[in-house]
């Protein structure tokens, strides 16, 4: 339950900066990884938990890579969806981040019908990420 | 986060948290695609392990020389409570299914696979003839005039 709270709330305060500057101050992602850490060496010491944390990196490692060949993305995106994935396992993660995809493809579709958004017009993705944390929080329940 | 409203001033760095539109179009297509790609792979590999594992048991089946049907039953019953189910991967494997009608041995087993908001499932069927060598030799035997 504690990293229910810690992890909504850590996306929440993402938000609310990446939804003003699209940009995340640095010390929140450092903050977010110490914790993942934390989650990953307690799991592994709890048992095998801890090669979950690690297969659930791998969404967040992918959009960083992403991010990193096409420019199209932000590195933050990538660094927190690692977090989510440390904290929620490769299945959490990976249904986190379709979730959030779909809601942010289906914003993206209907901004380009109503002419606000260019391709190239760049959008926050951690309020969807977040959007898409708390859907799937609501849909497990 | 005062005057300009820049967040670099306080903590010191930042880094994006950006998706680009076209990105945003784009990434679910591929994200489905591969998907789909990766569990059709597994689905796949898990039918076919589960046909090659039915193709054992009608073969044991066909080649038993147990004339009891019961008997016989049981012994196939025993080789598919053998079989591993550790080589199978994502896989809800549902209870082999025998079925001995005269000489014709039918093996049958259902399997899922739960792929995201929906299961795909498969049943595979293997059918063998059982035979009797020595019967069959004795009647060739017999063809060609021998005792």
């Not at chain 1, 969807?128 to 944390?133: D, E, P, Q, R, V």
Request: charged letters at 20%; a positive charge; glycine letters at 10%.
């Amino acid at each position: 339950m504690w990293k229910t709270g810690f992890l909504f709330f850590y996306l929440l305060c993402l938000s609310v900066f990446d939804g003003k500057e699209k940009r995340v101050p640095m010390i929140l992602l450092i903050i977010g990884t110490a914790a993942a850490c934390a989650v990953g060496i307690y799991g592994a010491l709890r048992g095998r938990r801890g090669l979950e944390c690690l297969l659930g990196l791998i969404p967040g490692l992918c959009l960083l890579i992403v991010a990193w060949a096409t420019k199209k993305a932000g590195y933050a995106d990538g660094i927190v969806l690692a977090v989510v994935g440390a904290f929620e396992g490769f299945r959490g993660c990976m249904l986190i981040f379709s979730i959030s995809l779909i809601t942010l493809s289906v914003c993206c579709a209907v901004l380009l019908l109503l002419k606000r958004v260019q391709r190239n017009s760049i959008l926050p993705y951690i309020p969807f990420l977040c959007t898409g944390y708390l859907l799937w929080k609501v849909m497990a329940l | 986060m005062e005057g300009d409203g820049s967040v670099k001033k306080c903590y010191g760095g930042e880094a994006g948290a950006y998706l680009t539109v076209e990105a945003a179009l784009v990434l679910p297509v591929v994200l489905s695609v591969l998907l789909f790609v990766i569990y059709a792979m597994f689905f796949q590999y898990n039918r076919c392990v589960a046909e090659q594992d039915l193709g054992v048991l009608a073969l044991r089946g066909a080649v038993s020389r147990t004339e009891d049907k019961e008997l016989l039953a049981e012994e196939i019953e025993k080789y598919a409570s053998e079989v591993d189910y550790g080589k199978y991967f994502m896989w809800k494997a549902g209870g082999i299914d025998l079925k001995l009608e005269g000489n014709q041995l039918r093996v049958s087993v259902q399997g899922e696979l739960s792929y995201p908001l929906h299961v795909w499932k498969t049943m595979s069927v293997y059918e063998n003839h059982r035979v009797n060598p020595t019967f069959f030799v004795r009647q060739c035997r017999k063809l060609i005039g021998g005792k």
